[in-house]
């Protein structure tokens, strides 16, 4: 039966055709395997060295609990991170149980219940690795390895809100922190040693606060200075903003008068940013947030899709899907715009 619980991720090799590896272990009997989770794993993204893969994650092991408790963890959406320190293998003593190709850990902490007007977390999702070799800390040194992400805090007024965050991952995922990298039966599993969550923006004194507009991912320049997310402005309308990974004031980088309404990609060399609006594939300079319209406004019905925006690996391409009316149905198709 389908669930959030049981996905898993699963690679393939382009020199071995028609043989799929499972990415990450499961282990549903305690007490666990440490370099197993105990859930499903979703939206898998290779870091730009290929040396892991980040995804989000519910554990099936807490799904059982449906109230919060002081004795127990809750199921909680949350990310983790999968890296070539395997094999991982498992008891046969569950049906669900798999083994894993390479070892998996979470690296986000979420609470049930966060203290209001704090930095806990309820909720951790739509992560993005932070520059293709890390970003540079405000003393200079290099943070080899960071994940930005969407989490869910609680405001002092007791309302839930979506702030962008960050975390520094250590070179070694393998050695256990705070608590068991595997978990317990009533406790999530805990992030490795060395593992550092940090929350980069605060947005609730803002007439629109939050993280806000279609779904989307975090992305980050390949530089690794500049995080993008969509806010709104004063005027209501969802914007592309950035924030460093070293924290600081939000920088506002579109200020066009309609609403960003798809995912984004920066470019290989991190000047643009496409995403869709007003019925079209749209490019923004990100250094001075010129705007520039690349597709002729379709109706909303034939218009450019909100789940992907992406640059070819050259940057002289945008490709896009917008539903297309044929014969026997409308279906999703795959177009290309050139930047130029």
Known sequence: QYSVAHRRGVWVDAARPGTAFTLDA???????????LRGGSHVHVFSADG??????????????????????????RNIGVSVPRG??????????????????????????RPQPGSDEISRACEEGWVGTNGYL???????????AFQGTVTTRAGN?????????????????GAGPLAGTDRRMPAPPAGVVQRRLTFTGE????????PRH???CSPDGAEIAFLARDDAGIVQLWTV????GAPRQVTRLPWSVASTFTWSPDGRFLAYVMDGSVFVTDARNGEGRRLTARLPENAAPRPEACVFSPDGRRIAYVRRVAGSDGVFNQVFVVELE
């Open 26 to 36: 499961r282990d549903l009997t305690p007490p666990f395997t440490a370099g197993a």
């Open 87 to 112: 094999p991982v293998r498992v008891s046969r003593d569950h049906p669900r149980n798999q083994d894993g190709a390479w070892f998996t850990v979470l690296v986000t902490r979420t609470t049930a």
């Open 244 to 247: 460093s990974p070293n924290g």
């Open 217 to 219: 991912w975090l992305r």
């Open 137 to 147: 800390r405000s003393d200079g040194t290099r943070q080899p390895r960071a994940l």
């Open 160 to 176: 839930p809100l979506v702030e962008v965050f960050i975390v520094d991952l250590p070179e070694d995922l393998t050695q256990p």
């Open 206 to 213: 803002r007439l629109h606060p939050g993280v806000d507009g």
């Open 51 to 76: 040396e892991a893969v980040s995804f989000t994650y519910e554990d099936h092991v807490l799904g059982r609990f449906t109230e919060v408790g002081a004795g127990h963890d809750v199921n909680q």
